[in-house]
């Protein structure tokens, strides 16, 4: 199971257990117990973005995916969206 805890994003995969680097952020609301304002933020590898957005997704939580862009690798190239990639999936 994910955990919701609030730690905050440490430059790693938030998916349980993986340990890859993170290369997207997944900035999420939950509306039922979230202000307007208030946005949590998950990291995920390649393999893994796709599963934690449907997670929120399927909770018809406000789920927004965007490159993350790492400010302690120095070789880091941040990804620039092609449109090859599928939009939102909705
Ligand atoms: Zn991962």
Known sequence: MIGLSS???QGGCSRAGCREAAT?????????IHAEDRV???LACDEHVEFLR????SR??????S???????AAATPRVGD????GDGA
């Open 40 to 42: 949590k933020t998950w």
């Open 60 to 65: 018809s939580f406000p789920v927004r995916v």
């Open 67 to 73: 490159a993350f862009e790492t400010t302690d690798a």
């Open 24 to 32: 997207w952020r997944v900035d999420w609301r939950n509306p039922r």
């Open 54 to 57: 449907d997670f929120l997704a």
């Open 7 to 9: 730690a905050a994003p």
């Open 83 to 86: 449109g090859t990639t599928g």
